[in-house]
T-cell receptor, first 113, second 112 residues
Framework: QQQVKQSPQSLIVQKGGISIINCAYE??????FPWYQQFPGKGPALLIA?????SEKKEGRFTISFNKSAKQFSLHIMDSQPGDSATYFC????????????FGQGTELSVKP | EAGVTQFPSHSVIEKGQTVTLRCDPI?????LYWYRRVMGKEIKFLLH????????ESGMPNNRFLAERTGGTYSTLKVQPAELEDSGVYFC??????????FGPGTRLTVL
């Protein structure tokens, strides 16, 4: 049973466009929702994270939108650049369960010049 | 400051052999996590150390997997004997308290 479902599996966007990746979760006890970015040959690196007390968080071109009632959250990448091409993972965790991350399946983003 | 390091970066072994993966966390990080990604699927939690103690090993697949964290510093993950389904990328992550988890580059394990 997959607790965090991520879509799409792959995404192709033109340079300057908006990339949108969606995630849905089941466990209402989750209280931390990070997004990780992974380049080939590297480990995942934290990109941006949100807690359920806010509905949106923005850092530069990256925005998380969070809908607690729908148990969904999404990553928006504005003005997408070729350098954003990577695999993106959403995740969720519960501080009371040691902080272990439950990941989505990942989205391979390709930004075409 | 050095990040999380993992060794080896790649390992190719025959079914039935033993492999030991090593993780060196960021200095001062008391939490250490092991995760695994099987091809194309999600990154799955294996276990969590706080210092030298196993806090949660609910994700360990079976008793062929043994993890240790000597003196609360580096950690090893041994697979004995390895099976075909153990192939994947094994990631280690560390954090200070319950802060951001920093991931290593991973060890790609191939079992033939």
């Amino acid at each position: 049973q997959q607790q965090v479902k991520q879509s799409p599996q792959s995404l192709i966007v033109q340079k300057g466009g908006i990339s949108i990746i969606n995630c849905a979760y089941e466990n209402t006890a989750f209280d931390y929702f990070p997004w990780y970015q992974q380049f080939p040959g590297k480990g995942p690196a934290l990109l941006i994270a949100i807690r359920p007390d806010v509905s949106e968080k923005k850092e530069g071109r990256f925005t998380i939108s969070f809908n607690k009632s729908a148990k969904q959250f999404s990553l928006h990448i504005m003005d997408s650049q070729p350098g954003d091409s990577a695999t993106y993972f959403c995740a969720a965790s519960n501080d009371n369960q040691g902080g272990k991350l439950i990941f989505g399946q990942g989205t391979e983003l390709s930004v075409k010049p | 400051e050095a990040g999380v390091t993992q060794f080896p970066s790649h390992s190719v072994i025959e079914k039935g052999q033993t492999v030991t993966l090593r993780c060196d966390p960021i200095s001062g990080h008391d939490n250490l996590y092991w995760y695994r990604r099987v091809m194309g699927k999600e990154i799955k939690f294996l276990l969590h150390f706080v210092k030298e103690s196993k806090q949660d090993e609910s994700g360990m697949p079976n008793n062929r997997f043994l993890a240790e964290r000597t003196g609360g510093t580096y950690s090893t993950l041994k697979v004995q004997p390895a099976e075909l389904e153990d192939s994947g990328v094994y990631f280690c992550a560390s954090s200070y308290a319950r802060g951001t988890q920093y991931f290593g580059p991973g060890t790609r394990l191939t079992v033939l």
